[in-house]
């Protein structure tokens, strides 16, 4: 009877126990599941590249703290200011995954959160581009932007820091003066026009379309070329890109070799170059004077651009001769010529004084002016007889003569002359002594009469 006891209370101890057991795990579950739920990114979820649908948030960390040292080992971020561009070091760079991960919406597309050192930057700044001043303002904003760029995750990232929402002053980058000839008054209007003309970044600029759009009120083509040129020859001094440029049909007087860019309304003809910068520059003209200036202001450039003006090669006019009725004698200078020129121009890039490249620009050819003088007209003569150095002789009507008297037809027939009977040599004969050879007497004359006629 004991036993029965004992075996009734073990199997109801070892029930109750497992059923204290299953409602404790049912419980847990339940809590679990219904009140503490596990955090999931729903479907079509991506951090940077990476698919985290259906994942939980700390499987997520999890997948992408072992990715970090790997991405830092092979990113690159390449930073652009003005002109150059500089790899940033990233050795110092932070994912920030805890920000990362809570931050993700699910559903779309997240980005990385990242943080960058301000004093890295700054290094970097004054290490990569010294040639100007930030303020801790703008080590912020730029460190903000390096950041931001960072945000996609990829292996490759760029950004351009040099926009106009820095306070980096502004210098001349660039100057170009020389005596101007101008004729016309609205010469004058022109430069006043563009004594302080903004060039957004990014954008181009048209000398016809601002002039065609100003409308100056007396100004010729010739003076415009010599405003163009001076833009011009301050333009190749920048990293700008000329669009479209053209030279005229004689050797600039006013303009040095190289530096012309030719203007002309009728035939369209223009100066056209692009800021390639992601920053604006200021246009500036003056003209003090004889004496036209033209500089560009902005941000300064990293690298200096040196214009080189070398191959020079002179061409000399030819002589024609002309012919008229119109001249009697001697003869009339119609054109005095003038030589022509070809000359090779190329930019030289520097950087603290090193050259770095050197591209060609431009090969500008103008063609001689050919010396034109007017004689008389007159009666062309029969060219002479010329002598061969074989001793034949070859005869204006092309026939050709051998020493022989042969004669050579320009068919090839051979012409042989006929022999001539050289003159007697016989003795005069005078037999009846009047003093005329026998063989030039007449016979006598005679009259009605029948008397002789006397010579």
């Known amino acids: 009877m004991d036993n029965q006891v ?3 209370t073990l199997l109801t101890i070892t029930s109750s126990a497992f059923l204290v057991f299953g409602v404790a795990n049912a419980g847990s579950f339940a809590a679990d599941k219904w009140l503490f739920p596990a955090q999931e990114f729903g479907s079509n979820t991506y951090i940077g590249t990476t698919d985290v649908s259906n994942m939980e948030l700390t499987d997520a960390r999890l997948l992408f703290t072992g990715k970090v040292e790997s991405w830092r080992s092979t990113a690159e971020l390449m930073v652009t200011y003005q002109d150059v561009t500089a ?6 760079a932070k994912i920030l995954l805890d920000e990362t991960v809570a931050n993700a919406q699910t559903g779309t597309q997240n980005d990385f959160v990242f943080e960058l050192s301000e004093d890295s930057t700054r290094t970097f700044l004054e290490r990569q581009f010294p040639v ?5 303002a703008d080590i912020t904003l730029i460190n903000e ?7 996609s995750g990829q292996a490759m990232s760029r950004v351009t820091i040099s926009d106009d929402t820095l306070g980096v002053s502004y210098e001349t980058v660039s100057e170009t003066s020389w005596s101007h000839s101008f004729t016309s008054s609205g010469a ?3 430069v006043k026009a563009l004594s302080d003309y903004k060039i957004e970044a990014g954008t181009q600029f048209s000398f016809l379309d601002f002039i065609n759009e100003m409308q100056p009120a007396d100004v010729t083509d010739e003076d415009l070329t010599e405003i163009a040129s001076a833009i011009y020859a301050s333009v190749l001094k920048t990293n700008f890109l000329v669009d479209e440029r053209s030279i005229g049909a004689a050797v600039p007087t006013s303009i040095p070799l190289g530096q012309e860019a030719a203007i002309n309304r009728n035939l369209g003809i223009d100066l056209v170059f692009t800021n390639v910068n992601a920053s604006a520059f200021n246009l500036q003209l003056s003209a003090d004077g004889s004496r036209l200036t033209t500089k560009i202001a902005g941000m300064p450039f990293v690298n200096t651009y040196e214009i080189l003006t070398g191959s020079e090669q002179e061409l000399e006019p030819r002589l024609i001769r002309q012919f008229s009725a119109f001249v009697s004698s ?13 000359v090779e121009v190329t930019r030289a890039i520097k950087s603290d004084g090193k050259e770095l490249k050197v591209e060609a620009v431009s090969t500008d050819f103008y063609p001689p002016v050919h010396r034109i003088e007017v004689y008389p007209l007159t009666k062309a003569e029969a060219p002479a007889p010329v ?18 008297g042969t004669i050579k037809n320009p068919d090839g027939t051979i012409v042989i002359p006929t022999p001539t009977t050289p003159p007697t040599t016989d003795p005069v004969i005078d037999t009846d002594l009047d003093g005329i050879p026998d063989d030039e007497e007449k016979d006598p004359d005679y009259d009605k009469g029948g008397n002789q006629i006397d010579p």
């Open 6 to 8: 004992f075996g009734k």
């Open 87 to 92: 790899s940033y070091p990233l050795d110092n």
């Open 132 to 136: 100007s001043v930030f303020s801790a």
């Open 145 to 151: 932007k390096l950041e931001f760029a960072l945000q």
């Open 188 to 190: 004058q209007e022109v």
């Open 330 to 342: 001697g003869r009339v200078v119609e054109e005095e010529g003038s030589d022509g020129v070809i």
């Open 387 to 404: 002598a061969n150095p074989d001793g034949t002789i070859t005869n204006p009507d092309g026939t050709i003569t051998h020493p022989d």
